[in-house]
């Protein structure tokens, strides 16, 4: 069972590495910082395979940590390195 | 370790060495700052690999949450700069520097095969000084052994950092700009309101998480900085939603949290040394209950200091970034891509 | 092997499989919008069913309670993440694809 869990954590791996490829090329900001996302949701999952797969219940509770922190990063982006477009926008209304 | 720990681990560590050149070489600073976000993630997967939970909670917390709010913040305030290219246009500076940046690279390389070999070198069963401080756990106070050795055995490593801390925060306030009108006009921007409906939802769980982690650093992976740490990204997480003003913050409140761990330190030091004992030892019966305090104070301190690292320098009104309505490089990028 | 163990790999299995449907949509839809609901929708389910098997697994109730309450966190974390994102781009005037569907190419299917 854990060699099953190792190797489900080795193929989300994979995918989280696909998604550089969206880092890397995506045309818009949005799109990278999507990525972060998709970074962080795709984290929890592996670290809450690895727990089972290593006997460790406590490394949950870092799933429990990335899963709260999930958003911050996006809120940060469209708060505070989007709004000088967004400030435009509103001026010209 | 069986062949998909291999995998695992080797996956891992292609990744880790991918990011870290990709963002170094990247010229884009916000496609670098969003690589080191994934940089950080994967780090705290790796803490997570290598079963050294106290660090993965810190990781997790640090990359996840702070130093991405942070950088991506300073990155707003430098749109559109792009990172100086590389001196391949100025053929006769870089013939001059070139043997500079050759010799560097070669110390690096050397350097980087000396820990390889050092660490290839460690007897493979070495436990190090665990077995020391197992030994010593009777006098500890706690049955963390992280937590003892942290707070107790190399308290006056803490106490140093702590002081670092607030010297830090200290800078930062002396640092802020007198007058942020600009920053207090907290208009309600249109379609925030399901921020607003996260944070309420979010900040009492973050809260709790927060005691929790204090409370399990007594015998489980957690402790006086993970339990900071989150305090500091909760208060992240209020400021970018505009529910909490830092101007608004009384100036006694922000001075007293940001110094109360170091404060209560240098109490607890100062007790125990007019006692007659040795620097930071703790009498073995009240050993528990100061650590509980000083992890208490900690936290808060390292909160409290967090946010004023983050809060204490907002855009200002003569800032060119904000002001300018500059046309959206990334929406032509759609038509070249 | 019990029922339990089968119905976990089952679950695990399902939830990996959606992740990699996340994935193959957030390479191939082609602007920011579609890949929103990739990104958060599939993951989302996906890491559901991987927590459903998982608490299948667990020891004790509270861990059980503790990988629930863990989902339903990522779930407000990407919904409110997709949702800023989504708006921020339409605000700033991010122009989504026109595809062959689209009410613009076909104006009589309303």
């Not at chain 1, 670290?47 to 490394?59: F, G, K, R, T």
């Not at chain 3, 407000?76 to 708006?87: D, F, I, R």
Request: charged share 15%; proline share 4%.
């Amino acid at each position: 069972m854990d060699d099953f869990y190792m190797g489900i954590a080795v193929f989300l791996l994979l995918n989280i590495l696909l998604g550089l490829v969206r880092i890397l090329r995506g045309p818009t900001a949005q799109d990278r910082m999507l990525m972060a996302q998709l970074f962080g949701t795709t984290g929890v999952a592996i670290i809450m395979l690895l727990a089972e797969a290593l006997d460790l219940p406590v490394l949950r509770d870092v799933a429990l940590l990335f899963a709260l922190l999930g958003a911050l990063a996006t809120v940060a982006f469209v708060k505070r390195y989007w709004p000088a477009k967004m400030l435009g926008k509103e001026a010209g209304k | 370790m069986s062949t998909i720990a291999w995998l695992f681990d080797g996956l891992l560590v292609a990744a880790l060495l991918y990011l870290a050149w990709s963002l170094l070489s990247e010229q884009d600073l916000f496609k670098a700052v969003v690589l080191f976000i994934a940089f950080g993630l994967l780090m705290a997967l790796s803490w997570t690999r290598l079963q050294a939970p106290d660090i993965a909670l810190a990781e997790a917390v640090i990359s996840a949450g702070l130093s991405g709010v942070l950088l991506l913040d300073a990155v707003g305030y430098v749109r559109g700069e792009k990172r100086p290219a590389s001196t391949q246009s100025e053929a006769v500076k870089a013939r001059r520097i070139e043997p500079v940046r050759t010799g560097l690279n070669l110390l690096a390389l050397l350097f980087c095969a000396a820990l390889i070999w050092a660490v290839l070198n460690l007897p493979p069963l070495d436990s190090g000084l665990s077995s020391i401080v197992q030994a010593q756990m009777g006098s500890a106070g706690v049955t963390s052994q992280i937590t003892a050795v942290l707070l107790n055995f190399r308290g006056y490593d803490t106490l140093l950092e702590v002081a670092v801390l607030v010297l830090a925060a200290i800078g930062c306030l002396t640092l802020r700009e007198a007058d942020q009108s600009a920053a207090a006009a907290h208009s309600r921007e249109p379609g925030m309101q399901v921020l607003d409906g996260m944070i309420q939802l979010v900040i009492p769980v973050m809260l709790l998480v927060s005691g929790y982690l204090l409370w399990a650093g007594e015998h489980a992976p957690g402790g006086a900085f993970q339990t900071g740490a989150m305090l500091g990204a909760a208060g992240f997480l209020l400021l970018l939603g505009n529910r909490m003003h830092f101007q608004q913050i009384p100036g006694w409140l922000l001075r007293i949290s940001a110094s109360l761990g170091l404060s209560i330190f240098l109490l607890v030091a100062g007790g125990i040394a007019i006692s007659g004992r040795s620097l930071l030892e703790y009498p073995v019966s009240n050993a528990g209950k100061l650590i509980v305090l000083l992890e208490t104070a900690i936290s808060i301190s390292i909160g409290s200091i967090l946010i004023i690292l983050f809060a204490a320098n907002p855009p200002s009104a003569s800032s060119p970034t904000i002001d300018q309505a500059t046309p959206s490089e990334d929406t032509t990028e759609i038509g070249s891509k | 092997m019990t029922i339990a163990t089968w119905l976990s790999v089952a679950l695990v299995l399902a939830g990996a499989f959606f992740f990699f449907a996340g994935t193959m949509g957030m390479l191939r839809f082609p602007d920011v919008y579609t890949r929103l609901h990739a990104v958060t929708k599939a993951d989302n389910l996906g890491l559901g069913l991987i927590v459903a098997g998982l608490m299948l697994q667990a020891e004790s109730w509270p861990a059980m309670l503790k990988l629930a309450l863990i989902w339903l966190l990522a779930l407000l974390a990407s919904a409110t993440a997709c949702y800023l994102v989504g708006n921020s781009s339409l605000r700033s005037g991010l122009p989504p694809v026109q595809g062959r569907y689209s009410v613009r190419r076909n104006p009589c299917r309303q």
